[in-house]
């Protein structure tokens, strides 16, 4: 078995003519035009994917080489004129708000900035034909119907730009949030959604309830929609079951109290209340208040078992018997690694009581 490759015919002489005639200054650098790729340099033009790099760049993303990661002949990137077209806060909303424009125009621009002298309505059109059932369609469209779906699937449904949204897909509320900062560190997670509720769903709020007023077609069931949607967000912020977020590698006093996501955990398992939240009508099943859910996340028992923990920190592992909140653990280990179940606030708070009381103890 380990001579067959040695076995195999090769004419080095040739090949290193080819080599030589093909590359006569040497192996070209690494290079990938691959949006899921670290090498990839963050660009919209000459991307696999334009559309879908320039949304990322529009949302403040930015791919590892120009976060100062570097490669074997790869070097780490400066700037490239781009970031002047990123969002401060990570939240693009598809309507006009807060004296933004939509995001359709702020994406034109974008894309215009990127591809210079080639940018062009034929150029648009032809990005927009390359999207799967788009040709023809505008950007306003697409953004809509099409890009969280293709973004999920282009990243291996574990999207780092979210769409929530209301449930009116003509004329509703719509707004794609940098999911790194929605789940930022030191608060900035809490922050980012609470931007999304007070000024930007707010602000729309705003405006619906002046049309409604004003006697505007449509204008009831935008504020009912609307409304529906800020309810359901302030119950993400909140985190009551089954909103919550369960880390099961975490013990019981260092699970999150509200909307206070650890971007190490994984979009998995933060996504969840946002998939658990509701649409007032409209939507996709299973999907919440996303445009559509990421395919195959699932938060089933998990293979393999854990090692013996304390039933204290990890009632979870001990002897589950079904009862998905705030189950206190059976009398036998079994380290099963279960991942839908949830816990009230009630009962992390007494949990973080009580390992402070601990950790007193020991100090004492």
Known sequence: MNHTL????????????????????GLPKPHSNDSTQWLFNGYPKGADRPLQVAVGRLLGYRWPRETGSAFPDCPALGPDGLEKFEDDDGIVCLPALK???????RLRDVLAAAFGKDWSAAKQAELLAQQSGFAGSTLEDWLQDGFF???????HQRPFVWHVWDGIRKGGFSALVNYHKLAGPDGQ?????????????GDW????????????????????AAEHLKAQLLKILEGSPPYDIFI????????????????????????????AASL???????????????????????????????????????????????FEGGRKFDGCRWNDLHYSKDAK???????????????A
């Open 6 to 25: 040695i076995k195999v015919p090769f004419d080095l002489a040739h090949w290193r003519n080819v080599a030589g005639e093909k590359y006569p200054s």
């Open 99 to 105: 004296g933004e424009a939509p995001a359709a125009a």
């Open 149 to 155: 779906e293709q973004h999920c699937e282009l990243f």
């Open 189 to 201: 997670g809490r922050r980012t959604l609470e931007a999304l509720i007070y000024s930007y769903l």
């Open 205 to 224: 709020i705003t405006q619906q309830r002046a049309a409604q007023k004003a006697g505007a077609e449509g204008a009831d069931a935008r504020v009912a």
């Open 248 to 275: 099961r590698w975490k013990p019981l006093h260092e699970q999150a109290i509200g909307w206070e996501p650890d971007i190490n955990d994984g979009v998995r398992l933060n996504i969840r209340p946002f998939v």
């Open 280 to 326: 007032l009508k409209g939507g996709r099943a299973g999907a919440g208040v996303l445009r559509a859910k990421p395919k195959g996340i699932k938060w089933e028992k998990d293979r393999g078992t854990e090692p013996e923990r304390s039933k204290d920190s990890y009632p979870w592992f001990w002897s589950w018997d079904g009862k998905t909140e705030d």
């Open 349 to 363: 708070k007494k949990a973080r009581d009580r390992a402070k009381t601990h950790r007193k103890g020991e100090v």
